[in-house]
């Protein structure tokens, strides 16, 4: 019986994140309400005070099931000193998250939402501090795979290793909210390998990315 309780709690948390993704993207970060995800789930505003603290818990828990995956795309590299082509998983993490946002309909609403429905008040101060420790670890992770492809000959001993890093997340963060802001304008997708092998390159010959 308690576990099936158990069940029950985590599929109505579900409903409450899957239906809070629907209603701000349908409205917006800052017009939503607690009662309206309740009633648009069909529960009581009591149901979602027993899973979340208030609506910025319930953002960042359903931010939370989208992001988390993709802040373990560079784990591997990271924690794998010996890997033999660190520029190339790093393409491949990059393209990973890129394409998902296209295929995955939830990633893509959530970051809709994240990028365009939501403004960073100070209210949403939880928020904007996960984003923060996202970004820092991010970087983290992506620097040492750069340095690590700088050790094996993958890219230049001048490599300016700092600036790299700041144009990689220029690229994949402003491909995603640009595609997301008018999907039809580029093929995402499509171009999305091209544009990656496009900044490898460019990390490779660009005089611009040396030191100092």
Not at 111 to 137: A, N, S, W
Not at 182 to 194: I, T, Y
Request: charged share 25%.
């Amino acid at each position: 019986m308690a576990r099936k309780t158990k069940e029950e709690s985590l599929e109505t948390r579900s409903l409450i994140l899957d239906t809070a993704e629907r209603v701000f993207a349908e409205q917006g970060v800052a017009r939503t309400s607690l009662a309206d995800i309740a009633t648009a789930a069909g529960l009581t505003r009591g149901a979602i005070y027993w899973h979340f603290k208030n609506k910025v818990d319930v953002f960042t828990a359903m931010v939370d099931r989208v992001s988390l995956p993709i802040e373990t795309l560079f784990a591997d590299v990271v924690d794998n000193p010996q890997h033999p082509d660190p520029l190339g998983e790093l393409r491949a993490a990059c393209l990973s998250i890129l394409q998902s946002l296209v295929r995955n309909e939830q990633r893509r609403r959530v970051f809709d939402v994240l990028y365009h429905k939501c403004e960073l008040t100070d209210d949403m101060g939880p928020v904007m501090q996960r984003q923060e420790e996202c970004l820092i670890d991010c970087t983290d992770r992506i620097r040492r795979i750069l340095l690590r492809a700088v050790e094996l000959g993958q890219l230049p001993a001048g490599l300016n290793i700092a600036r790299a890093d700041i144009m990689l997340h220029a690229l994949v963060s402003g491909l995603m909210g640009n595609w997301l802001f008018s999907p039809d304008s580029f093929d995402l997708e499509g171009e999305a390998g091209n544009l990656l092998d496009g900044y490898c390159e460019m990390l490779k010959s660009c005089p611009a990315m040396l030191r100092p």
